[in-house]
């Protein structure tokens, strides 16, 4: 089965045309890479034994996505392409209004004259914006605090609208919590460009000498040892829950959603501990004032997914910690081979 992989060439997107492959489905990749490089497509080779089709285009340019979708006899869609940067998206919510909710329902309207109506879309934890208490399930109520987070609940809710009036149609709304780590084999992972947004990224600099200290946003959060809480998940356990939701629901019309998570809350310095342990090194770090927009804790109730896709998270901490290591001690620099 070919399946149209937007946003292919990312971080999440990559390791899921990995399992896509292994599962024995057909990944095409539309990419603009504006936030990745076509040497993950080597990569993805070297690991898979094959290299998806790519196609250089913007998920904003509908000709081309009618071309791709027809040509490649496409039967499903999973939908990663999209801006992710919560401080940008202050600083630019056009553009992130734009790429995220605009792409996307350029999207669904190339699907809807290709005749293709199976979609999978990456949303995120962030629309549950700051939860009453945890664990979070589905039914839980959402809202937004910047553009980013406003731009995955808008696109939600219109893919709920378009749904309602398109009954024929599966949509499956994927709410993935803290993504971390990498494929095992090392030769894919998290290559952010700039200084990294988000913790573990930014702490495997710090442990790989690309910078001096991770700045621990906030000691005094109503938590365990008084740093935020979150559900760190491996990529390769989010990368699967797209293949079950795949095999299990992409067949069913209706409007299905589902968190992507493992249940667990660790917290920042419990993360750090993590780490310096799978690089054998101290991790400076310093305690700052708390990130503004940052919550205390948060983490899944991830039973639905598991009673409903047969799926759940299987990797560990030191999992996560380990293949994240290994990426970042062998590609210090990133994909930097283009
Ligand atoms: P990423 O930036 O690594 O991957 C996104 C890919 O989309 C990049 O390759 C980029 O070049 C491409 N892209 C962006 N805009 C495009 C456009 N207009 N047309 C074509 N391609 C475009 O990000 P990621 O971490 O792999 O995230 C994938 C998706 O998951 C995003 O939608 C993101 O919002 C969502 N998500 C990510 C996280 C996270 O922490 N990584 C958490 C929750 C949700
Ligand atoms: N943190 C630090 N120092 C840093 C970076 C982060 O102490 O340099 C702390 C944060 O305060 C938070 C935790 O580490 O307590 C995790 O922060 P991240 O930035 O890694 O992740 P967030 O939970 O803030 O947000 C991420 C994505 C969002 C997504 C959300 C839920 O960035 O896009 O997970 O999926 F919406």
Redesign the pocket.
């Known amino acids: 089965m070919n399946v149209l992989v937007?946003?292919g060439?990312?971080?999440?997107?990559s390791h899921t045309c990995i399992q896509l492959l292994a599962a024995g489905f057909n990944p095409i990749i539309?990419?603009?890479?504006?936030?990745?490089k076509k040497a993950v497509l080597k990569r993805i080779k070297q690991v898979s034994g094959s290299t998806p089709t790519f196609i250089q285009?913007?998920?904003?340019d509908k000709a081309a996505l009618v071309a791709a979708l027809s040509e490649h006899n496409i039967e499903a869609v999973i939908h990663?392409?999209?801006?992710?940067a919560v401080g940008e998206s202050v600083e630019k919510p056009l553009e992130y209004y734009d790429?995220?909710v605009n792409?996307t329902l350029v999207l669904v309207d190339a699907m809807r004259e290709a005749g293709v109506k199976r979609l999978i879309f990456?949303?995120?934890?962030?629309v549950y914006g700051d939860p009453a208490s945890v664990p979070i399930t589905e039914d839980f109520p959402t809202s937004a605090t910047n553009p980013y987070g406003r731009s995955?609940l808008m696109v939600e809710e219109c893919l709920t609208d378009f749904q309602k009036a398109n009954s024929d149609w599966s949509i499956t709304l994927l709410r993935?919590f803290?993504?971390v780590g990498s494929h095992p084999s090392g030769e894919l992972g998290?290559d952010p460009q700039g200084i990294p947004n988000?913790l573990m990224p930014f702490v495997a600099q710090v442990a790989v000498g690309r910078r001096e200290f991770v700045s621990v946003f906030g000691n005094d959060y109503p938590t365990k040892d008084g740093t935020g809480v979150r559900d760190y998940i491996h990529v390769m356990d989010l990368a699967d829950g797209h293949i079950a939701a795949l095999q299990k629901v992409g067949p069913k019309p209706g409007l299905h959603i589902y968190n992507l998570g493992t249940g667990n809350g660790h917290s920042v310095l419990e993360m750090i501990a993590a780490f310096e342990k799978a690089a054998h090194r101290p991790i400076p770090f310093k305690f700052v004032d708390r990130r503004p927009g940052d919550i205390a804790e948060c983490w899944a109730d991830p039973s639905k997914a598991q009673t409903e896709l047969g799926w759940r998270a299987s990797h560990t901490l030191d999992a996560m910690v380990n293949d994240s290591w290994r990426w970042q001690s062998t590609n210090p620099q990133g994909y930097s081979d283009q």
């Open positions: 937007t946003g060439s990312g971080y999440i997107g539309v990419d603009n890479l504006c936030n990745s285009a913007d998920v904003r990663f392409a999209g801006l992710k790429n995220n792409g990456s949303s995120s934890a962030t995955k993935y803290n993504p998290e988000n």
